[in-house]
């Protein structure tokens, strides 16, 4: 089941998508890691992907409800550790991606500024080793560093919390992208900061453990994290702009992409109805109705196929629903 999402104002999410350039096809390849967090009890959080690492889970972190299923809670002290070498993505292209919310303003140490939240930057308080590292400010802030050896490729990207905090207690799609030199930031499919190493890519190659939360090494003590971490994801290439929204926002393009095709009423009607059914289920915390409206649109493409849709319409539309689908799982 997925929580109300923040994205419910329906007029909101057409004006962002119909100025959006969908990508004539949707990259279908997953991610090399991947933990949902729908265990119940236990220790391990389970990979998805097959032969990819678990994670252990340490100092008190449980799992609760989340966005789709089960999270991670992390009070402070508290972590998700995965070992090594995840998360060393040398000097590839990457996403990462999870779901955060935030216990109160996020931050577990009273008088500390800012909290670790993921990466594999360990006992770092500088770029001396590589690492990529999320963090959070009480402020409201959200900040990316991705760097190698000696400050090498460094980049660092701050969101604004006058454009909305990220410690406000609701869901927000965190997600950083590293392509090429440039690096982008973003919080719920929208770009939120962006940065270029000017040349040189950083080699990720951390000594350190990837792990959520606190990192058990040193400076986690003093910066250390308080909130929910759902749906981690790490892919060794940077998502299209459409796998880059959240689930709701994708449904809302594939309306758009429908009206799109100015096809006959009767078959824009039937279509949109069920994508709009889709949408509704999410925006009301049903995520696995959503799922099964969206497997009867994709049958509804393919009866249409070669029909009142033609081929490349029908695939396009079943390849946006499919990419929907596994963002809701």
Known sequence: MTKRSIFTRKTRLFAFLLATVL???????????????????????????????????????????????????????????????????????????????????????????IA????????????????????????????????DYSCSGYVGIVTDPNAG???????????????????NLYVNGMLRATGDSGGTIANVQSPYEFAAGANAIGIAVDF????????????DRALSDFELQTPNQKIAAIIATIISYNLPSGITTALTAKASAALADISNGAATTAVNVLQAFINQCNAQSGKNLTTTQANELISLATETITSLQ
Do not use: M
């Open 165 to 183: 905090t990220i410690n406000d207690g609701n869901w927000h799609l965190v997600t950083a992208v590293r392509q090429g030199t440039q690096v």
């Open 224 to 235: 250390t994290f308080n909130g929910i971490i759902d749906g981690v994801q790490i892919y």
């Open 116 to 147: 670790e939240v993921l990466g594999n930057r360990g006992a770092q308080s500088d770029c001396s080793t590589p690492y990529v590292d999320f963090r959070i400010t009480r402020t409201g802030s959200l900040v990316f560093e991705v760097t």
């Open 23 to 113: 990508p004539a096809t949707v990259l279908a390849q997953q991610p090399i890691d991947s933990w949902t967090f729908n265990e119940h009890n236990g220790t391990i959080a389970y990979n998805s992907i097959t032969g990819r690492d678990n994670g252990t889970l340490t100092n008190g972190a449980v799992f609760v409800p989340g966005i789709t299923g089960n999270a991670v809670y992390l009070p402070p002290l508290a972590s998700a550790n995965f070992p090594l070498p995840t998360g060393n993505l040398g000097t590839s292209n990457f996403t990462i991606s999870f779901w955060l919310k935030t216990n109160g303003d996020g931050i577990g140490n009273a008088t500390a500024p």
